[in-house]
């Protein structure tokens, strides 16, 4: 078969298409032929092997001087190939979506992948549609709902709010009920507003910390604001919740986002709001409760641009560089 592999760290000039062994499921597994997948962050990451710090903490994806899994790429959506033993849920045919997490292989014609991993796909989506949503819909899903505790009448603040899982969290918190701000740059306004977004600021003319206004749940996309800045905006006993972020844009540094993270995990400790940090989610779970938003036209995918299989290099690259919005397909 045909995928996206990766000997060692740099720019996407390292990536190569190649033809590999097609995988088969080990028992509790399933062998998806994949239709579509999706780029998020964390592609570039492990591409550039970027931080640095990363290489030490996550050794499941990132070795020392290369990626410990060669095959590129986690969200697909795809009809079920073949099935191992044991596995009961899904047949030959079926169609499905879900993320392979740190395994990685997703940019390829076939991937294996636990059945807890995957599940039905949204029946009124596409398949470059659903593989938009394994990574960053459960990211979005998984913040305000279940870590935040996001209720009815609140008021959440989404930084980052026209990126891969900030377009999913702004939908995400209107359906829970919440009145949401989304902060983006002049050119993602009307994309803010047309997702549901009750308010939205422009960060190249309006810092949303200095406007006043305080939010009972703040969820930072980003990465670059201070702890104390994101404190400032939230209503007393607020609620901040952290995902990532950030990306040394050329050589890798030596924490990069993750600095923040590890402030704000010492922060928590002492601070009178709540601060958490969002762990990556990967549950059925999750996926079943993103089908049932989706179905019900309460969560909507955004694409910005598709490429081919043969074209994942570019596709990262322009993640990487031009600042993409919402989300980036690859059809396969």
Not at 262 to 280: D, F, K, N, S
Request: hydrophobic letters at 45%; proline letters at 5%; a positive charge.
């Amino acid at each position: 078969m045909k995928a996206i592999v990766q000997q060692r760290y740099g720019s996407p000039g390292v990536l190569r298409l190649q033809e590999v062994d097609k995988p088969a499921p080990a028992a509790h597994e399933v062998l998806v032929r994949v239709h579509a997948a999706s780029v998020n962050a964390r592609d570039w990451h492990v591409l550039r092997g970027d931080p640095y710090l990363a290489r030490l903490a996550a050794p499941q994806m990132m070795g020392l001087r290369g990626p410990t899994r060669k095959i590129r790429g986690t969200d697909f959506a795809g009809r079920v190939e073949a099935v191992g033993s044991g596995v009961d849920r899904f047949r030959p045919g079926a169609e499905v979506y879900g993320d392979t997490g740190d395994v990685h292989g997703a940019f390829a014609e076939y991937v294996c992948v636990p059945a807890e991993q995957i599940e039905a796909k949204p029946a009124n989506l596409s398949f470059a549609q659903a593989a938009t949503m394994p990574l960053a819909g459960s990211t979005a899903l998984s913040g305000l709902r279940d870590l935040a505790q996001l209720r009815d009448g609140q008021h959440v603040l989404i930084n980052g709010a026209s990126g891969g899982v900030g377009t999913f969290a702004v939908q995400i918190g209107k359906a829970l009920g919440a009145t949401v701000t989304a902060v983006c740059s002049t050119r993602n306004v009307d994309l803010a507003r047309s997702l549901g977004a009750d308010h939205v600021v422009d960060y190249t003319t309006h810092d949303f910390v200095r406007l006043g206004r305080r939010y009972d749940v703040l969820l930072d996309l980003v990465g670059n604001r201070s702890l104390g800045d994101l404190r400032r905006a939230l209503a007393p006993g607020g609620t901040l919740v952290l995902s990532g972020g950030g990306t040394s844009r050329g050589r890798p540094g030596l924490v990069g986002p993750m600095g923040l993270l590890i402030g704000a995990q010492v922060m928590a400790r002492v601070a009178r709001e709540r601060i958490l940090v969002l762990p990556t989610p990967l549950s059925r779970e999750l996926l079943a409760a993103l089908r049932e938003l989706a179905e019900a036209g309460m969560v909507s995918p955004v694409i910005d641009r598709t490429y081919k299989l043969d074209e994942v290099p570019e596709a990262i690259r322009y993640m990487e560089v031009e600042h993409a919005r919402a989300k980036i397909v690859v059809t396969v």
